[in-house]
């Protein structure tokens, strides 16, 4: 029997269960947090949570080994990736590669689970990296308490082996959206491959209309996320999970009113997910996830385990490297010294009468202040040699270049222009219309455009007066509107 424990918004969330490729649930707890102790999953005040726990976990006569614990947290970064079949610790160091435009800046632990391909020399994988610093203070927080944790997963990883286990097997193009007190996570599977997940903040109250219009922003995202990146799959059904089941016909009504029509049903998985409470575990969808087996790869604890083994195997090896080199070295320095001593002591006053010699300090000192002023002289002919050869290749975001956006937008979308950077050659602007589809034709007329060298965009939202509206910024090509400044001036 495996104890699952799960740290939401100021709740905590614990199954008790059998892990393995399907799920077998024993019972569910869920207590409110003291307030102020964890703030999305994180701890904030470990002493006053950490005798709360302990007082409920000896309350339930809950298992002090044998505990995973589920993190959904911003802390793990993760991409999909494939890469050739191989065995963990080879796959770790090529997931490693792969990290090594993010991950500069601080060592890293990884984790990976496996996804479905038919590929038979290729893998599909979902990566993660986080801070060792972020497992450690996890596992000293419950070693204090009297609790061994066995394993730490990621949300995302664990969430994923759990849909790829349940829904995938019954769906192929879907959405899961999971309500989550004031966070509402959304997973997207496009062929039963996963393809997207993220996760928000809802200010509303489950039940109302206006989370049921938080319900429906959500959706026509990741719809307008399909488009964009041409996923013409037809999305087949709209999962829920973490609502109440009372709320699921008023959340269709609205949805539909919005224009959501795809079909909208909880989420049930009796077959995969076993016992009394096999219906009820989408209320406590992450929680569950930890049941599910995700393998070595994902398990964040053994991969920590394993950093720090192979740091110390490191250092030892270079230590008793260095320390026979330094002995070798000693050994050759000793009789070296014993040999030369004599010839070194000549040499010494030998060089010494002459660093002495008067006419010979006067030439160093020469010699010195010549390499000072050529120095100086050599820098001052470089920075203004720089500077006429980059002046002209600074693009100019000139009212004609300006005019000219303006004048691409008519019949298309509202432009507004809030930034010009001159560093970087980037010109920003606020794009409004009253549908996706024309501000994606309006963006693709810029891209087309000889004057720009790139042009990307993000954030659609959906505004009051009911436009969407999307953040695009220009990059300027070399020396764009550089003939134009001139004629203005």
Known sequence: ????????????????????NTATINRYISYPAPQGTIINGIIMDP??????????????????????????????????????????????????????????????????IRLESSHKKMQRLYAESVSPDFISDYIKFFDGIGIKLKGIYSGEGSMISLVNATAAKSYGTFMLMIADSMTLTTVLYVNKVFTYYNSVRCFHEPGTEDYAQDLTRSASQIKQFMQANQLDSELEVILLAGVEERDLTFYKTIMQEYGVQTKIDIFADTKNIKGQDGIFAQKYLFATSGLFNNGLGGNYITRYQSKKTEKKDESNAKYFVVLAITLIVMAIVFVLALLHKKNKEKELERLEDYNNDPAIQMQVEQFDELTLRNSFLVGQYLSIASINENLDTYPWATSKLQKKIFKLAEGYATVTITSCNADDGTTNMSVTAENP???????????????????????????????????????????VGRSDAEDEN
Request: proline share 2%; with cysteine.
């Open 47 to 112: 002493e006053a949570f950490g005798a709360f726990l302990k007082e409920k976990w000896t309350e339930n006569k809950l298992p002090v080994k044998d505990v995973s614990l589920v993190v959904n947290s911003t802390k793990f970064v993760g991409q999909n990736m494939e890469i050739p079949k191989m065995q963990d610790e080879k796959t770790l160091d090529h997931i490693k590669r792969g990290f090594s435009n993010i991950d500069r800046s601080e060592e890293k632990v990884y984790g990976f």
């Open 1 to 20: 029997m495996s104890t699952v424990i799960y740290l939401s918004n100021q709740q905590i969330h614990i199954v008790e269960g059998k892990r393995g």
């Open 437 to 479: 589809q024309i501000i994606n034709e309006f963006i693709t007329i810029l891209m087309k455009q000889d004057m720009f060298h790139d042009v990307t965009y993000t954030g659609y939202r959906y505004t009051t007066d009911g436009q969407y509206q999307v953040n695009v910024s220009c990059t300027l090509e070399e020396a």
